[in-house]
């Protein structure tokens, strides 16, 4: 069992940044690759970016790459999205994941995740 909690959301203006991080409880963090996720009002929830259990590798969703940035630390249980250049666009509650089951093609989907955080609240203003 994986308890996520998720922070580092707020306000910010457009071309600004912001480091969300989602903390797990548990020992066995370093086991569970980690997905961001966020959802717009109006919206289907929406891949942002994966990253595997070792932190060896990553995934983007192709309108963030270059922007945006997933780091984990296993030491603290913690997995970070820096997101820079934000566009209010990307106004969302984001929503981090977790999940031992997946493979290259899965990772993208959110029924590749069993354990999900509450979200935070990103709104970028123009």
């Known amino acids: 069992q994986v308890q996520l909690v998720e922070s580092g959301g707020g306000l910010v203006q457009a071309g600004g940044s912001l480091r969300l991080s989602c903390a797990a409880s548990?020992?066995?963090?370093?086991?569970?690759?980690m997905g961001w996720f966020r959802r717009a009002p109006g919206k289907e929830r929406e891949f942002v970016a994966f990253?595997?259990?070792?932190?060896?590798?990553?995934d983007y969703v192709d309108s963030v790459k270059g922007r945006f940035t997933i780091s984990r630390d296993n030491a603290k249980n913690t997995v970070y999205l820096q997101m820079n250049v934000l566009k209010p666009e990307e106004t969302a509650v984001y929503h981090c994941?977790?999940?031992?089951?997946?493979?290259?093609?899965?990772?993208?989907?959110?029924?590749?995740?069993?354990?999900w955080g509450q979200g935070t609240q990103v709104t970028v203003s123009s």
């Open positions: 994941a977790a999940t031992t089951r997946y493979t290259s093609s899965s990772a993208r989907r959110p029924n590749a995740y069993d354990y």
């Open positions: 548990g020992r066995t963090f370093s086991s569970y690759a």
């Open positions: 990253i595997s259990s070792s932190g060896g590798s990553t």
